[in-house]
């Protein structure tokens, strides 16, 4: 027969046993709160595609994630909101009119199998969203290449341009660059159109104003530090200016590579992925420089095959990171210095 | 004597709420005599204490009923008249078990004390050592290391500084506070003694910033006194407190890996310690009893109290007015280092500084989440480590990784614990790590 | 240029293991820790620069003269790689035991390493002259150890992850294998 | 003869022939001895690398064995046959080896057992232990955490209801689970014996029954059946394996069915 146990237990756990009240759901929570900006920017410049493949994603990724975790019998996935950001961030790296069963496929194959194999949040070495993105490039280069029409190109290669107004400015730029045509003059009423987001590209990653807002909450909160998006932008700009004193040219301006393309986006909300980048801080400015000269080296380099490298960079970088992790380990306290 | 900000900080720590406030106001009350006190045998690092008394024995307060059992080793006294009612085994507050006197005290205020050395400026450096070791003295703020040990450093390392560690980092305690306002020209002295023991050039204070009337006591304590010394006031950060990190914030020395601050030509006694190495000399009275702060939310009126060694904590939430509400947690010591207890059926003993009850609202609870590598630990590890890494490699069994990656440099302070967003619990993966990599040195011994 | 755009486009652009998908069996046998990583991979840069030089001279003053290299290339090539790896593992043993007992079974793997073969073939197929076979070979073994290297880094952490059984040991590592080939898809082009 | 057929083996040929001697030459001056009885030894043993011998790996003990001149008997999972086996190809006599079972001596679950605090922390035996020491009532019996569940090798101890249990007939008896456990309740049995006090608390009557109602109660019943198989040691009933018990009588007396076959 079994003795009466003692009606109240003091639980008993190791020190220490007050905490800072942070939780991963609340870092997850400020990562979404931060894209709202870039969002409701998405929704103005592509209208019903953006809110369509947003939700799409997140439903796809939501559903996946929940599937994943039921099928392997372990407790605990959605609540914790990661599958939610990963389908935004995946999302906001499509173009509008990509066709919806290919948002699903790159969302289940983003949780499925670039996060859940692994074991789910935590362990999965690249981020999902990303993964998810160069799956789809690759699978689906077409649709992943196409771009609804634009305005901004009729400014600067005149009326006539329709041939070639369904493509980013980056795309756009490499291809002046194969064909070894001079550069359009790149005048600061486009360049103001970039930085609002008035151009072609993935819906999220164009209006780099909506992003910096969001960036600027996420270091207030200290979600992210400084160090990658500083290192990944400064790295890039300076590539860039390097470029542009060599052979002025025929280079692309400085300014034109940090607002084009998914650079903000990739800078701010991708490269900062905590799970798959460094945790030392020298580690992160080796991350954020890494991510930048391959970024320019896919975007510069004329024979490459894209002509946006931020994904892949940063997908490439997150192979490096525990070599990164492994080389940059802090000083223990009382060894030399 | 002056006041100075402290020169460096050490890297990393962390800001929690201290809530000081529940009893720094509390003046030192002594506690009612308890009719039952079980005076655990090991309340100092080493081995413990061997019994003199028998059962049906009757004691005076401050006889010697346990000795020195061996280098590493203190004497225990009794800490009331009364009669010896049983020795038997008893859980201690850091969860295991030890052998007990247990005296039920009679009333009579007859102590049995030490001979005073009342001229101790002029006393040889030797007969103050053995009057500290025969008053049973260790450190107490917290190890418990014998003082008498730790202030007869071999001759080849010499100490030039003594550092009074008055920083009482950990949050909710107040009993250094409490001891540094009101016994502060017995610290005073006791610092003195030290110094003297120890024949270092330099004596340094170090009070974190936020306790400012302490501050004010011990300078004003302090005028007048010969030599190089100073109050330290630190930046309010913990580990402030933490041996290593203090001496680094108070002479910029870092005690190197596996070593100890005699290394670095310092030696960091607590408050407390002083006052009982100045009632050991001056007073001859052997360390029978301390202040421990009582406090936390589920208990009614938070106090610190006078409470002999061997005191249950029952005892002590009684004096306190019972409970409020019901405790989640009993905590022996701070939030940050201090150990849970399964029942306050446990005794105090020389090293415990507070007893903390917190109900269900303040506490937070562990999960077996992943990491997700954010490294707020690693920025938050006072000792450099990545507290991340070790998590997991001891998490993965791969115990020969852990310590190569500098898991026994961990002191357990536990920030990483705290800044820990997936709620990992940190310090514990630390602890049985630091086990297994014991298990096995000492299996590779035999 | 021309050798660095070579260099390049072996270690990066066109890399044994995550392009070309050769030398998978060590790639994944040895990556369990960074130091045998380390040591295969100098064992693997060592065997193909070695083998890529005999390799060319057997073909050119033995092969191409009389004819041969049609049909006793493979057999040929299999033959003398296979003797210098046997060589390498008697030299190690006798000189290195402690990397020859840490590289065990893998080293004799090297023999059968199609990338050994892979390049000796590549050597002649683009008809490189004696130095840019032995610099091809270098660099496409240093590609293999750069990513043997990164895979390592990767392999302790999913060491550590908690895929679910099914997935675990060669699964997962072969899922990450992938990953990791997908991310390096990005400098397709970017060198022929 | 087409004379390229001709030519290509002799071609062939002489690669071979000069890299053999090239290898032959080599290992004439490269190779070390090593003694050859090693390899043999090796291949008697079970080669699941358990290190319940106290060596490092089936290959460290075939060294030790040959080299060091270490007792033939120490494979608990080869047993007998590998004991004999090894014994007769060094051509010595063989040493005789008992088979043993390692055994859970609690049979408090959580049906029959009370827990004192309530444990927040790493799912492992000594990390509860270490903490308030340890969450069970009773300070001597089975945490149920399963350190020696994910120890054991061969997947013979499973954790159920708060309590392990070996499974006889997979144990191995390579004494991995019995360091393992922080309150050292894993011992070594006979694997023949059948009846076994599944109690290690030493605590007396009245203090056994407030936190367990399984434990030993230090009646002394059984051991007025059991023809001094099982004694007194304190407080608690102990079987002295080296006497015969058959009887099942110990099984039937036993007020707290602390007594039980396994």
């Known amino acids: 027969m079994k003795p009466e146990s003692p009606s109240d237990l003091y639980i008993v756990s190791s020190s220490p046993h007050t905490h800072s009240g942070e939780s991963v759901e609340r870092i997850m929570l400020d990562v979404l709160i931060a894209l709202a900006p870039a969002f409701l920017a998405a929704c103005w410049f592509f209208r019903l595609e953006a809110l369509r493949l947003t939700f799409v994603c997140v439903a796809a990724c939501l559903l996946t994630e929940w599937l994943c975790r039921k099928a392997m019998g372990r407790a605990r996935a959605i609540s914790d909101l990661s599958a939610t950001v990963t389908g935004v961030l995946l999302a906001f790296n499509l173009p509008p009119a990509l066709p919806t069963w290919m948002a699903v496929a790159g969302s289940v194959f983003s949780i499925a199998i670039a996060k859940q194999v692994f074991g789910g949040l935590g362990y999965n070495p690249f981020n999902p969203a990303l993964a998810g993105r160069a799956f789809m490039l690759i699978s689906f280069t077409g649709a992943m290449t196409t771009w609804s029409q634009s305005t901004w190109l009729q400014k600067i290669a005149g009326a006539g341009a329709d041939a070639v107004t369904t493509a980013t400015p980056l795309g756009f730029a490499k291809e002046a660059l194969k064909s070894g045509q001079a550069l359009p003059v790149f005048n600061t009423g486009l360049l103001s159109d970039f930085f609002i987001g008035n151009m072609n590209g993935c819906i999220g990653e164009t209006s780099a104003l909506a992003l910096l807002l969001g960036a600027a909450y996420l270091l207030y909160r200290k979600v992210i530090t400084w160090h990658i998006p500083a290192a990944y932008l400064l790295t890039v700009l300076a590539y860039a200016v390097i470029l542009s004193l060599a052979s002025p040219a025929t280079a692309i301006p400085p300014l034109f590579h940090l607002l084009s393309g998914g650079l903000i986006l990739g800078a701010f909300f991708m490269a900062t992925d905590m799970v798959t980048t460094p945790v030392t801080r020298r580690g992160m400015l080796i991350f954020g420089i890494g991510c930048g000269i391959i970024t320019m080296v896919i975007r510069t380099v004329k024979t490459g095959a894209y002509p946006e490298g931020v994904s892949f960079a940063i997908l490439i970088m997150n192979a490096f990171t525990p070599l990164i992790n492994r080389a940059t380990r802090n000083r223990v306290f009382g060894t030399k210095k | ?446 | 240029m021309e050798y660095l755009l070579l260099i390049i486009s072996a270690i990066l652009v066109n890399n044994f293991v995550l392009s070309r998908f050769l030398g998978i069996c060590p790639f994944l046998g040895v990556s369990k820790k960074i130091s045998t990583a380390l040591g295969m991979s100098g064992a693997v840069i060592f065997v193909i620069a070695i083998a890529s030089a005999v390799t060319w001279c057997l073909q050119k003053y033995l092969l191409e003269p009389f004819g041969l290299e049609k049909f006793l290339q493979t057999l040929s090539f299999i033959l003398v790689i296979a003797a210098l790896v046997q060589l390498i593992d008697l030299v190690m043993k006798r000189f290195a035991p402690p990397l020859h007992a840490a590289l065990g079974i893998f080293l004799p793997l090297i023999t059968t390493n199609c990338a050994v073969l892979g390049v000796a073939v590549l050597n002649m197929k683009e008809g490189y002259g004696f130095i840019k076979s032995v610099l091809f070979g270098t660099s496409a073994a240093v590609g293999f150890a750069f990513a043997l290297l990164i895979f390592t880094g990767l392999r302790e952490k999913i060491e550590r992850a908690d895929p679910p059984r099914c997935f675990r040991g060669v699964a997962i590592s072969l899922v990450t294998a992938g990953l990791l080939s997908l991310a390096f898809m990005g400098f397709s082009g970017l060198v022929k | 003869m087409d004379p390229i057929i001709l030519q290509s083996t002799l071609w062939i040929g002489g690669i071979g022939l000069f890299s053999a001697v090239a290898l032959a030459v080599a290992d004439k001056y490269l190779s070390i001895p090593e003694d050859p009885r090693v390899g043999s030894v090796l291949a008697l043993l079970p080669g699941i690398n358990c290190g319940g011998c106290g060596y490092a790996g089936c290959a460290d003990y075939a060294r030790g064995i040959v080299l060091h001149g270490a007792e033939g008997n120490l494979c608990a999972p080869g047993g007998a046959a590998c004991a004999h086996a090894i014994a007769s190809f060094l051509g010595v006599a063989p040493v005789e080896v008992e088979k043993r079972t390692a055994l859970v001596l609690c049979c408090g679950d959580d049906t029959e057992t009370i827990r004192r605090s309530a444990y927040n922390g790493i799912n492992e035996c000594a990390a509860a232990q270490a903490t308030a020491g340890g969450d069970k009532g009773c300070t001597y019996g089975c945490l149920g955490y399963g350190t020696c569940a994910r120890i054991c090798p061969v997947s013979a101890i499973t954790v159920a209801n708060g309590l392990a249990r070996v499974d006889k007939s997979l144990c191995i008896a390579c004494g991995k689970c019995i360091p393992a456990c922080p309150r050292k309740i894993i011992k070594f049995v006979p694997a023949a014996a059948t009846v076994h006090v599944l109690c290690c608390s030493k605590d007396k009557g009245p203090a056994v029954k407030k936190v367990c109602g399984t434990g030993c109660i230090a009646c002394r019943m059984c051991t007025k059946v059991a023809d001094g198989a099982i004694n007194m040691d304190g407080f608690l009933a102990v079987v002295d394996y080296s006497k015969p018990l058959t009887s099942e009588k110990p099984i039937e007396v036993c007020p707290t069915h602390c007594i039980r076959k396994a």
């Open chain 2, 1 to 446: 004597m002056q006041t100075t900000p402290s020169p460096f900080t050490f890297s990393g720590g962390i800001h929690p709420s201290y809530n000081k406030e529940l009893c720094s106001g509390a003046p030192i009350r002594e506690l009612p005599m308890p009719a039952r006190l079980v005076v655990p045998l090991s309340q100092h690092l080493g081995a413990p204490a061997k019994p003199l008394v028998n059962v049906g024995d009757t004691v005076k307060a401050g006889q010697l009923i346990a000795e020195q059992n061996g280098f590493i080793s203190a004497p225990v006294h009794a800490p009331a008249g009364g009669k010896v009612a049983a020795i038997e085994e008893t859980l201690t507050a850091a969860g295991r078990t030890c052998a007990a006197i247990v005296i039920e005290p009679d009333g009579s205020q007859e102590w049995e004390l030490l001979p005073r050395i009342a001229d101790w400026r002029t006393a040889d450096k030797k007969d103050l050592l053995a009057q500290i070791g025969a008053a049973g003295v260790v450190g107490m703020g917290g190890a418990g290391f014998p003082t008498r040990i730790k202030l007869s450093p071999p001759a080849d390392k010499p100490i030039d500084t003594v550092i009074l560690n008055g920083a009482e980092c950990e949050p909710y305690l107040t009993s250094d506070h409490r001891m540094m306002l009101e016994f502060a020209r017995e610290i005073r002295v006791g610092a003195e003694i030290i110094r003297q023991i120890l024949g270092a050039k330099s004596l340094r204070i170090a009070i974190e910033d936020n306790k400012p009337d302490a501050i004010a006591a011990m300078e004003q304590a302090f005028q007048g006194i010969d030599g190089d010394v100073a109050v330290t006031v630190l930046r309010t950060s913990y580990p402030q407190g933490s041996e290593k990190q203090q001496i680094y914030s108070v002479t910029g020395r870092e005690v190197p890996r596996g070593g100890l601050p005699m290394d670095v030509g310092c030696v960091v006694e607590n408050v407390s310690t002083a006052y009982a190495v100045y009632d050991a000399v001056a007073n001859g009275r052997p360390l029978v009893r301390r202040v421990i702060s009582v406090t936390g939310d589920a208990v009614q009126q938070p106090s610190n109290l006078l409470a002999p060694a061997g005191t249950l904590y029952s005892d002590l939430v009684a004096a306190c007015g019972g409970l409020r509400g019901k405790p989640a947690k009993v905590i022996s010591g701070g939030p940050m280092m201090g150990f849970t207890v399964s029942t306050l059926n446990v005794p105090t003993g020389k090293t415990a500084s507070g007893l903390l009850l917190l109900s269900a609202g303040k506490i937070s609870s562990y999960t077996s989440q992943a990491c997700i590598s954010c490294g707020r630990c690693v920025d938050a590890c006072p000792m450099g480590l990545n507290p991340s890494e070790l998590s997991q490699c001891i998490e993965a069994d791969d115990i020969e990784s852990a310590e190569q990656i500098a898991l026994m440099d961990c002191v357990e302070c536990g920030c990483c614990a705290y800044v820990c967003p997936a709620h990992r619990p940190m310090v514990h993966h630390m602890r049985r790590g630091k086990a297994l990599v014991m298990a096995k040195r000492s299996a590779a011994k035999k």
